[in-house]
């Protein structure tokens, strides 16, 4: 049997880690599988290297890279692979502002799909991986229908709670 897609998570550093907390939670409730990985593309260029030529023997069909500062790690692992990498540029510095250019700012040729600043953006790369390996899995595709069916009743939901009467 052909193994489960699995989504790469890889950080810079162990201080990003926290931020994907939520982004992860998606990933479960989905139930998909996920490598959590802390690799720097500057501080252990070798490691991240090696893991990305793994990383098919793992089964990684899609990467979510989070970094913040110079944020250089999308960009060298989308320069090894032709699996599809979604960047998350992480507010450590200059309210992420460094990060989100140096990830959304790739020279032609070599695609990091950019996903918000931080927390949200795990939360919508996970969304993006999801939605990436639906294509080829019905259930999946089924479940993310879910997954949004829930969050627009909750919007709804959150409508009609609203006191108008403090207006
Ligand atoms: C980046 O530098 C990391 O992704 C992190 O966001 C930032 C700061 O790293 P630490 O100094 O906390 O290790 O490479």
Same mark, same amino acid.
């Given at each position: ?28 409730? %989905? /139930? ?7 690799? !720097? ?5 070798? $490691?991240? +290297? @090696?893991? #990305? ?28 692979? %032709? /699996? ?7 507010? !450590? ?5 460094? $990060?989100? +250019? @140096?990830? #959304? ?63």
């Amino acid at each position: 049997m052909m193994k489960k897609a699995k989504v790469a998570i890889l950080i810079g550093s162990s201080s990003d880690l926290p931020l994907t907390k939520e982004g992860i939670g998606v990933l479960q409730k %989905l /139930n998909i599988p996920f490598d959590l990985h802390v690799l !720097s593309a500057h501080r252990t260029p070798e $490691a991240v +290297l @090696s893991y #990305v030529k793994k990383s098919p023997k793992k089964g990684i069909r899609v990467f979510i890279v989070g970094a913040g500062m110079a944020a250089h790690l999308g960009g060298v692992v989308a320069a090894h692979t %032709l /699996n599809p990498v979604i960047g998350v540029p992480i507010d !450590s510095k200059l309210d992420g502002l460094d $990060a989100l +250019l @140096s990830t #959304v700012q790739m020279p032609k040729g070599i695609p990091v799909a950019t996903v918000t600043i931080g927390k949200t953006g795990f939360i919508n790369a996970s969304l993006l991986a999801a939605e990436i390996l639906a294509l080829s899995d019905g259930r999946l595709f089924r479940n993310l229908k879910k997954f949004r069916q829930e969050m627009t009743k909750g919007i709804l939901r959150a409508d009609k709670k609203i006191d108008r009467t403090m207006l």
